[in-house]
């Protein structure tokens, strides 16, 4: 099921510019309240990698777990709009989290490379659309934790993935924003929950991504599972070619059973 994400007026639009405006739904027949996966794909904020998506749902799916995809705006679209889409998604799972048989206070994000980016987004910025519009905008956009796959976490350091800020920022504020969104600045004692996993060779997003995230972690007490493979390329999915790394799905579905 496809489901708009703004019924009315789209916040931060951009006339010209693609705007999916669009979630869709994986949810499974049951008589009791789920947990809900809400998934980001990656893709540097300038295109949605399609087997960091929909793939993911379904695996969630047969573990027992609703699941949506968001389809967030991306470049030229800049901040705020992919992380007021990503928050919207959020809010949308939880105002109708008695009709879907969704757990409110079970709703984890997920997102691969910049898609991780956004998720982590969503456990360490504050909302973005100050003025609600309706109902569901009244609902937290805060999720109460986050499966991290090989995220982009720093945009302007030098183990950064500055594509991903330039795309996400512009060229005009990169240099002046870029600290600001390069996210283990952002993590507080409030920040949920984190899964993570990443590959210490990956040549696309420095590991240290994932490492210096998770040592902010640490620091501010938040209880966190991070695990590192020796060797694979970026933007690895579900990885089903590789039997070293296809467990950290089912490790991921563990967590969550476990932790949220």
Not at 126 to 150: H, M, T, W
Not at 156 to 165: N, P, R, V, Y
Request: hydrophobic content about 35%; charged content about 25%; overall charge negative.
């Amino acid at each position: 099921m496809e489901i708009k994400l703004w019924e009315n007026n789209i916040p931060y639009y951009l006339d010209g510019a693609d705007t999916p405006n669009m979630m869709t739904t994986y949810f499974i027949d049951t008589d009791k309240p789920l947990p809900c996966i809400v998934i980001y794909p990656g893709g540097g904020y300038h295109n949605l990698a399609a087997h960091e998506g929909a793939p993911y749902a379904e695996f969630f799916n047969k573990r027992g777990m609703h699941a949506v995809v968001v389809h967030y705006r991306i470049d030229p679209n800049r901040d705020p709009a992919p992380l007021a889409d990503a928050q919207r998604a959020i809010k949308i799972v939880r105002a109708n989290a008695d009709k879907w048989m969704i757990d409110p206070d079970k709703i984890v994000t997920m997102g691969s490379s910049a898609g991780g980016h956004l998720a982590a987004c969503t456990i360490t910025l504050p909302d973005v659309c100050k003025e609600p519009q309706d109902d569901i905008d009244k609902q937290s956009c805060k999720p109460n934790g986050a499966i991290l796959c090989y995220p982009v976490i720093s945009v302007i350091d030098s183990f950064a993935h500055t594509g991903s800020g330039h795309h996400l920022l512009g060229e005009d504020r990169y240099e002046r924003e870029g600290t600001y969104f390069s996210l283990q600045n952002r993590v507080t004692a409030e920040t949920p929950k984190v899964f993570i996993w990443h590959t210490s060779d990956d040549e696309c997003v420095n590991v240290k991504n994932s490492l210096v995230f998770g040592e902010k972690l640490r620091d501010n007490g938040i209880p966190f599972e991070m695990h590192i493979y020796p060797h694979g390329r970026h933007g690895l999915g579900l990885a089903l070619d590789r039997e070293d790394i296809r467990p950290w799905a089912d490790l991921a579905a563990d967590w969550v059973e476990r932790n949220i």
